[in-house]
C-alpha cells in the first residue's frame, strides 16, 4: 500500500489512491497503487496485519482492451470471480450498468466482486481464497474427535473438497458435501469460530502483557541504575566527610566503607528478582496430546545366556595357543580378543541346551510362530 | 505334543539368543517332518519331471526314491568335507558349507539339480560367509574340470533355497565352549579330557553327515559327542549347567542321538552311490540336461517369455514417453509398468 503523502493528512484528504493524493516525496519503494477508476475496490488476499501488497509488473497488459503500462502508467488490473485479469477502464466500461457475462469466459461477473491481485499466479490467488473460504466452516478441531485416526480421516476429506473446488472437479457435488456438513456441524462450527476469536483475542491479551512487563522491566532497569549511582554519588561524599571529620587512618576508613557499600550493593540485586512470566503461549502444547504406541524397530534384547556359565582367565585351550602366544600382537591386529572367542564358544556350549526336540507332523506351520519362551516347558512325549 | 520352550530361570521373559536364530525358527524340523517333507518333495519332483518326459519315455523311467536321494546327498557331504580339507579351509568353512548342502535339498530334489554341482556353490558361499573369502577364479582353478560361470551360476539359486538364512550355529564351536567349560570342574584329569575331547571332535564331525542338526540344538549335539568319548564327564558337566533337576533332561534328550550318529556318522558305501548315481542320470529332469531336446524346449520357452516381457515394456515406455507430461503419468496408471529386472526367469 502506498504511504499517504507526509502532510496530506492536514487536508484531510488522505485517499490511498496516487492518482488523486499525487506523492511528491520519491522515496517511496513500493510501487504506487494507481488507479483510473473511482470505484474503491478492497478484497484480495492479504495476511491479518494487511501488509501484503498488490501485484505490480511492468510487463501488465489487460487482455480485453489490450491497453498496457506503456500507454497508461496507471493501469491496474483486477481479478474478477472467474480469475480473468482486466483493466480498471474496461471493468467500469463492462459492469457499470449491472451484472455481464466476462468477456473472456462468459460467466457473469459483477463489478464489486473484482479484486486487487495479490500473487503473480492467478493460481494461487485462487488457491488461498478457496482455502480460506473452506477453513471458515470446516474448522473442527483435534479435540472434536475421539480419536487420531477419524481426524485425520475428517483432514482428508477437507483436502479432497478443497482439491475438488480448485480444479473444478464435480463442483456441483462438492458444493452439495460443503452444504450437508455445514448443516449437520452448524453448532460446532459456531462454537469452533468462537473459540478461534476467543484465542486470538487470548494472543493479543499475551502479547500486550508482555510488551507491559517488558517495559516494566526496562523501567525497573533504569531505576535501578540511577539509585545506585545515587549510593555511589553518596558513599563518596560520605568518605570525604569522614575523612575531613575524623581523625583515624585514612586507609582504614576507605576499606571500611567500601565494604559496606559493596554489602548494601549485593542486598539490593538479590531483591529485586524478577517474577518471569512463564505461560504456556501456544495452543497445541496444550492439546495435542497424542497416544501413540511407541514403534519398536527390532527386538535387541535377548536371553544370552549370562548366568548358564562363568569365562575364567585362562584355559589350557589348543586352538588358541598360537593368537595368545603371539607377542607383537599380529594375530590380534583387528582387535581380536581370545577371551570373546572363548565367551563365544561357551555361550554356544550352553545355548538351547534344553530345548526339547520337536516330534510328531503338527508343527510345520507354528514353526515360526508359537515360540514364546514364556510357555512353560513340556516334557518330551517321545 | 512337545513345543519345547525352555529357558528355566528368571530371564525366561526374554527371548534366548538360540531361540531367536533363524537356525531355531526355520531350520528345526521333527525327524517325522524330515521324513515327510522329503518324501512329498521327491513325490512332487516325480511327478513334474514324469510330465516333461516326451510322451511315453516316461514308462521305463524308475525314478529316485527320497531314500535314495538321501544317500546320495550324504555322499556328498562327506565329499564335501575332503574338499575342504584337500583346500585347507577352516573347519567353520566345512560344516556351513555341510549345513547348507543339507538345508537346500529339503527344498530342492537331486533330480534338479546334481550334489556335485551344488556342494562347489555351497563351500564357495560358505567361505563367504564366514569370513574366509576366497577368489572365485582361484577357487575354481583348483577343483578340476570347474569353471566360475558353473559355480556362480548356482549361487543365487541356493541362496534362496537357504531363504537367505546364513548364519548356522555350529556344534563344533558348542563342543569347544564345552572343552572349555569342563576344565572349571573339580578334579579334572587334563590329559584324559584332551583324549576325551579329540575323540568328541570325531564325533561331531561323524554327527555332521546325519541329519542331527536339523533336529537337534548344536549344544546338545556338542554335548552327545562329549559323552560318546566320556558319559561320566558328560553328565558331571550337565548337572553343573542344570543343578535344579538332579537328572536333567538333557542326558535323556541327547539318547537318540547317540544313536543317530552311531547308525548314520559313516560316510555311505561308493558302490550304492554309484548305482543311485547311474540311475538318476536317466531320471534327471530333462530341461536340466544341457542338450536334450527338452532343455532346448525350456530355452526357448524362457526366451520367447522374456522377449515378450521386453516388447511388452518397450511398448509401454513408448506409451509413457508419448503421452505429454513430460514428468509422468499419474502414479495410478503407473502400475503395470514391469519396471524390475528380473529378466533372469
Redesign the interface.
Known sequence: MSRPNANSWLRGTVIRKGGVSTSTNGRTTTPQVQSTSTTVFGGGVKDTSGRTSEYFSMDDQCPVCKSDRYLNPKLRLLVGACYHKMCESCIDRLFTLGPAPCPICNKVLRKLAFTPQTFEDLGVEKEVAIRRRIAKEFNKRREDFPDLRSYNDYLEEVEDITFNLINEINIPETEARIAAYRQENAALIELNIQREEQYNRYLKEQEEAERQERELRALELRRAEEEEREEREKERREIIDKLETSDKDAVKLIARSRAEALRRASARSSSHGFQGSSRLRTRTAQTTVVPDVPHVPL?D??????????I?DS???P?SEAVRRDREGIMRAGGYRVEEA?E?????????????????????D???T??????A?????? | ?????????A??????????STQ???W??????LA?ARASLNATAVSAIGEKFEAGSSSGVSFLSADEEVLLVKFYLAKCSQLCIHLGFPEEVEATAMTYLKRFYLKNTVMDFHPKDIMLTAVFLATKTTNHPVSLESYAQRIPKTQPSDILGHEFLVAQSLGFDFAV??AH?????????V??LPDVN?DELRNVYESAVQHVRAARLTDVEL??????I??TSFALASPALAAAW?RS??PTEPEP??L??IE?IKQMIASQGAPPEVEAVRAVDRRLRLCKNPEKVVGSNAYMKKQEETERKAEEKRKRKAAEVQKAMEDADPFGSPLARDTNLDDDDDDDD
Request: without cysteine.
Open positions: 527386538q534384547d535377548w536371553y544370552a545366556y549370562e548366568d548358564m556359565y562363568v575364567s584355559y589350557d585351550d586352538a572363548w563365544r564358544a561357551l555361550r554356544s556350549a550352553v545355548a538351547g541346551l534344553e530345548i526339547v526336540p520337536l516330534s510328531g507332523l503338527h508343527h510345520t507354528q514353526l515360526t508359537s515360540r514364546s519362551s514364556g510357555v516347558p513340556e516334557v518330551a512325549s517321545a | 505334543m512337545t513345543t519345547g520352550s525352555t529357558t528355566t530361570d530371564s525366561s521373559s526374554k527371548l534366548s539368543l538360540y531361540e531367536g531355531y525358527r526355520h528345526r524340523f521333527s525327524a517325522e517332518q515327510q550355529w555350529h564351536r558348542a563342543l569347544w565352549g564345552l572343552w572349555l567349560d576344565q572349571n587334563m533336529i537337534y540344538t548344536p549344544s546338545q556338542s554335548l550337565a549347567k542344570i533332561r538333557v535323556a534328550v537318540p
